[in-house]
């Protein structure tokens, strides 16, 4: 390994991920291997092999043995794959806003709440402070930047919004009727806007094929990011091989879901019981 560091220009420092493909272009290089022949040899199509090489997409684990086993280099290229994969797991998650702010579509499933891109100032506030983390002064930065992240939707530039809201989170209601309100009153005007597609997933959908929430963020260059949530913590994949499953999951779900136009009607009938049993508790004796 040490003999391939020499090659590594002004010695600067590489993440593991630039490492690896710089290994595998490097090995190839050594060999004397077209990338026409090395598909030929280890069974993966050129454009694959070439994003690899560039570092566009980290493959698998299955892809970096049958390299080795070509380049013979032992389990080098499997270890440098493995650091590659630990170092994405453990590096810092700069937020959605970034990516929401250039993204080409954005399709999302709400598992537990409202989503964050609609809800409102009052149910935000309600959901922030639920988590009893931060101050006030915190408690309204992290709301104001919800609601800036919203922008995408309504902006002069609306990105495409899918989004699936399970029937658990509408029936979970705010804490506050008026709140609640409010929030079913804007899922209803956003529902109608032209780039949002609004599905409700009901109970009678089964059981889900996501064990929590997920937001799947179509880039301009044609990557995918998928941002997963639950109980045990979030996890944010980047690459084909871990987004592709999330994305089939996502589907099969949205089979399972509401038209819009259904969804419209089922917002319409919760917020007129919800109204209804205002007004039946104000007159109770």
């Known amino acids: ?30 060999s004397g291997l077209t990338l026409v022949q090395l598909a030929e040899l280890c069974l993966y199509e050129q454009s694959y092999l070439h994003r690899l090489e ?3 997409r980290l493959g698998t684990v299955q892809a970096a043995a049958a390299l080795d086993k070509v380049y013979g280099t032992g389990e080098l290229l499997v270890r440098l794959w493995y650091l590659a994969k630990r170092e994405a797991k453990e590096r810092p998650f700069v937020g959605l806003a970034p990516l929401e702010a250039v993204a080409a579509g954005i399709q999302e499933y709400a598992a537990g709440a409202v989503p964050d891109l609609l809800q409102t100032r009052a149910y935000a506030e309600e959901q922030v402070r639920a988590a009893r983390t931060g101050s006030p002064e915190q408690v309204q930065a992290r709301v104001a930047g919800r609601l800036a992240r919203q922008e995408r939707l309504s902006g002069p530039d609306p990105v495409h919004y899918r989004a699936l809201i399970d029937e658990a989170a509408l029936r979970a209601r705010a804490r506050d009727p008026q709140t609640w309100t409010g929030q079913l009153e804007h899922l209803i005007e956003a529902a109608q806007l032209p780039d949002v597609s609004l599905h409700v997933v009901p109970f009678a959908a089964g059981p889900r094929h996501l064990p929590g929430s997920l937001e799947l963020i179509y880039l301009p260059q044609g990557r995918t990011i998928a941002y997963a949530r639950s109980s ?3 996890h944010v994949a980047e690459d084909p091989e871990d987004v592709e499953p999330l994305r089939h999951a996502y589907d099969l779900l949205r089979d399972t879901a509401l038209t819009p136009a259904e969804s419209l009607t089922f917002l319409h009938t919760l917020l007129n019981e919800h109204i209804g049993s205002g007004r039946a508790k104000d007159i109770a004796p």
Do not use: F, P
């Open 1 to 30: 390994m040490g003999s391939s560091g020499n090659g590594m220009a002004g010695g600067e420092a590489l993440s593991a991920r630039e490492w690896y493909a710089w290994e595998l272009a490097y090995r190839r290089q050594e």
């Open 232 to 234: 045990c913590g979030h």
């Open 54 to 56: 560039r570092g566009q």
